[in-house]
């Protein structure tokens, strides 16, 4: 069955260079990518496509912020307002854009205090295991901290990626159906 309504707003964030546009990409797949000038939202990347989770077709627009992180505060702002839920990216090999995940998930609870936003903290780039220098063990225990799902994937291997959206889709389809 196909659920009514808009589609899921999911949101890409992370520091530049984490994997947000591969991820975007793989997402978008053979699906059209919108112009901008489509999408009342904003200038952005954006791509919509229909995937189907547990048997159910969910529609998710996908928006990648990959240039807010360079661009004025406004633009993120936006960002951490109108997403249904969050793909929290760091790269597995950048101790930086760890904690740039932190300070995002900070900013992302002080726009989203009241709701309960689904998010998904993102460890990409697994693959690179000889260039690691964020453990899986440390990023579990902050994604509890963040109270928040945690998966590590990549996006060079397509693995997990897939896994991410489709954890997404069923946080998102809990929280409706809790409603
Ligand atoms: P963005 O700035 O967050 O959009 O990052 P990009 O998607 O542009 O990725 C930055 C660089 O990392 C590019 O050269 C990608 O090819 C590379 N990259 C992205 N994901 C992976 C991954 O999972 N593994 C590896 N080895 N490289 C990746």
């Known amino acids: 069955s196909v659920e009514p309504g808009s589609p899921y707003r999911v949101v890409l964030l992370g520091a530049s260079g984490v994997g ?7 997402f978008a797949g053979a699906a059209d990518s919108m112009d901008s000038d489509d999408c009342e939202l904003c200038g952005d990347e954006v791509s919509e496509r229909e995937i189907e989770v547990d048997g159910e077709t969910a529609t998710i627009l996908l928006l990648d912020t ?39 998930r900070i900013t992302l609870r002080r726009f989203r205090p009241a709701r309960h936003t689904p998010i998904i903290l993102v460890g990409n780039k697994c693959d690179l295991v000889r260039r690691r220098e964020v453990s899986t063990s440390e990023a579990r225990a902050s994604a509890v901290v963040f109270d928040c799902k945690f998966i590590e994937t990549s996006a060079a ?16 389809r809990l929280r409706r159906d809790s409603k």
């Open 20 to 26: 947000k546009t591969a991820f975007a990409s793989i």
């Open 157 to 172: 291997m397509q693995h997990n990626v897939w896994e991410a959206f489709h954890g997404i889709v069923r946080q998102l």
């Open 66 to 104: 990959w240039d807010a992180e360079k661009g004025d505060e406004w633009t993120q702002e936006r960002f951490m307002q109108i997403g249904d839920a969050y793909l929290l990216l760091y790269s597995i090999t950048d101790r930086a854009s760890f904690r740039r995940a932190s300070e995002l």
